[in-house]
């Protein structure tokens, strides 16, 4: 496959506490790492902001370390405070047009979801630096979404942007390398990593999945 010049990026985790059920947060994300993600997104929308900025500390920490960008998933303040490489934001949330305008975001990586295609067309699409399209297929993790993509839906996209695109929404080992034919440039998974037995080998083959 080729890369996005703009998002160098194939394997994106999107992690939380929650997600991780009975094991260590920090410790899935080393191994993921290990794996081969390449970018990690930390999600906490039930903790407190103490609790997220704690978690975010403890994510920063290992990042830094394995020279993986963090992104922080719609908390501007804990996203400075943990010097974040950026942050994702949905439809709901912190517009990319106000976060822009920011010191600390004039630089940062900033994602944007989009739910419709009429979305391509707006302010927020052009300032943001990459497009979430989620979900690609329905999920359990996010039930707040409007529409199901689908395959079709990623090229029709691909045709309307040069935008980087990262798919999300009930992929795994046997359906990433089709949405990546599809036009996705980048894979973003919870569960396929969070919830496997062995979150190393389960991102070392959605890797190959994707480069195959």
Known sequence: MKLHPQFPYVLYLV??????KAKDMIQVAQQAIRGGVDIIQLREKKAS?????????QLRELTEKHNIPLIINDNPNVASQVNATG??????????????????????????????????DNEQT????????????????KK???????????????????KPLVGI?????????????AGADCIAVVSAICGAEDP??????????ILR
């Not at 902001?49 to 500390?57: G, T």
């Not at 052009?126 to 993790?141: E, K, Q």
């Not at 929404?169 to 034919?181: D, M, Y």
């Open 200 to 209: 190393e080998k389960a991102a070392y083959e959605l890797k190959n999945a």
């Open 87 to 120: 942050i994702h934001v949905g439809n709901r949330d912190s517009l990319p047009t106000v976060l822009r305008k920011k010191p600390y975001f004039k630089e940062r990586i900033i994602g944007y979801s989009i739910e419709y295609l009429s979305q391509l």
């Open 169 to 181: 929404g009930n992929l795994h080992q046997q359906n990433a390398g089709s949405v990546i034919r």
């Open 144 to 162: 707040d979404t409007v529409t199901e993509w689908g395959l079709e839906g990623i090229s029709k996209i691909r045709q309307l942007t040069t």
């Open 49 to 57: 902001e103490k609790l997220f900025l704690q978690r975010a500390q």
């Open 126 to 141: 052009a300032t943001s630096d990459y497009l979430g399209i989620s979900p690609v297929f329905r999920t359990d993790t």
């Open 15 to 20: 992690i939380s506490q929650e997600a991780c």
